[in-house]
């Protein structure tokens, strides 16, 4: 994570703009902390270049429901504009929902809450797809859930968190895992999620989830192009990090993690591909070229290697 002195947001507009010439299809995050910002905002951004996602803003009133009312869970979200979502489940719904900002990925409600999306690559065993699997929530239709129901970043990670774990995370952009940028007027938060495998059931009695969450210093910006950011997480550090109960299970079960071997867990290792799976692996140059180009706008003076490897990057 990045140090900066005040001024990203000069250097916002200018970095947008190149980074719709990197790529036709790829979603790219800036975090930025409030001491990192010129006038102590706290920013998450969101670039999702693709023409297929739906790009009409639209305010979705807050409500009240009486009890016992459903809320219902939808397949397609991020393509309404040209194709009807489909209901593929249900949860409970709460008293009262927040009114927020609606579109293909929805991103701030009437607190403040802001949410960007960028998908990161997950291993094969973690792959689930509809519509074989159980899993049911999108992470576009979590980002709904988080946006109506949480006044801080923080309730928004719980809500995400535990509604991934109880109903399975259903990707939906290919098979890969999600991050979602997570702010509120003080606090920024990177947020990763992978799926539970095509075999979850709801009654298995496991996790249909594994996540973590960590908060983006005040004086630091992040780049998020793509792939796992999350390294190493101190679960006892209350204030920077949250995660699933089962964040280590599913690398333990799978042999990629040890936890007998006197080595940390790395998050960002253990559940991203090294190397293959198109573009989505932590070798991909698609992933390398954006962090190169964004973080030699951000420290002009350093020398930045354009082939150094994707977790060298802060």
């Known amino acids: 994570m990045k140090k900066l002195r005040r001024g990203i947001l000069v250097?916002?507009?200018?970095?947008?703009?190149?980074?719709m010439a990197l790529s036709a299809w790829s979603c790219t995050n800036i975090v930025v902390g409030k001491d990192a910002s010129a006038d102590g905002s706290v920013i998450t951004s969101?670039?999702?270049?693709?023409?297929?996602?739906?790009?009409?803003?639209?305010?979705?009133?807050g409500k009240t429901f009486p009890a016992g009312s459903k809320a219902d869970v939808f397949w397609n979200i991020v393509m309404e504009e040209d194709y009807e979502p489909k209901k593929i489940g249900e949860i409970?719904?709460?008293?009262?929902?927040?009114?927020?900002?609606?579109?293909?990925?929805?991103?701030?409600?009437?607190?403040g809450v802001a949410i960007g999306e960028t998908?990161?690559?997950?291993?094969?065993?973690?792959?689930?797809?509809?519509?074989?699997?159980?899993?049911?929530?999108?992470?576009?239709?979590?980002?709904?859930?988080?946006?109506?129901?949480?006044?801080?970043?923080?309730?928004a990670i719980t809500v995400v968190g535990e509604l991934a774990e109880k109903y399975g995370f259903l990707p939906s952009c290919g098979s890969e895992g999600e991050c979602i940028t997570i702010t509120d007027s003080t606090e920024a938060w990177i947020f990763e999620i992978r799926s539970a495998g095509l075999m979850w059931t709801p009654d298995s009695?496991?996790?249909?989830a594994v996540w973590v969450a960590q908060r983006v210093p005040d004086d630091c910006v992040v780049i998020v192009p793509n792939m796992s950011r999350i390294r190493e997480i101190d679960v006892n550090d209350k204030n920077n990090f949250m995660a699933s109960k089962d964040y280590m299970q599913p690398a333990i079960d799978n042999g990629w993690y040890d936890p007998n071997s006197g080595k940390p867990f790395i998050w960002q290792e253990a559940y991203s591909p090294l190397t293959g799976n198109d573009d989505w692996s932590l070798s991909s140059m698609w992933i390398r070229n954006r962090l190169y180009t964004l973080y030699s706008q951000l420290d002009p003076t350093r020398e930045w290697d354009p082939y150094a490897e994707t977790m060298s990057y802060p």
Do not use: S
């Not at 969101?46 to 009133?61: E, K, L, Q, S």
């Not at 409970?92 to 607190?111: D, L, R």
């Not at 519509?131 to 109506?148: G, S, Y």
């Not at 009695?205 to 249909?208: E, N």
């Open 119 to 155: 998908t990161i690559g997950q291993k094969e065993e973690l792959k689930t797809f509809h519509p074989d699997a159980r899993a049911i929530m999108t992470i576009e239709q979590l980002e709904v859930f988080a946006l109506q129901r949480a006044k801080t970043a923080r309730e």
């Open 11 to 19: 250097f916002l507009p200018i970095t947008l703009t190149i980074l």
């Open 205 to 208: 009695g496991k996790p249909g």
């Open 92 to 111: 409970p719904q709460v008293e009262k929902t927040y009114t927020y900002f609606h579109v293909g990925y929805p991103f701030m409600n009437e607190h």
């Open 46 to 61: 969101h670039t999702a270049d693709g023409a297929f996602y739906d790009a009409r803003v639209r305010t979705i009133p």
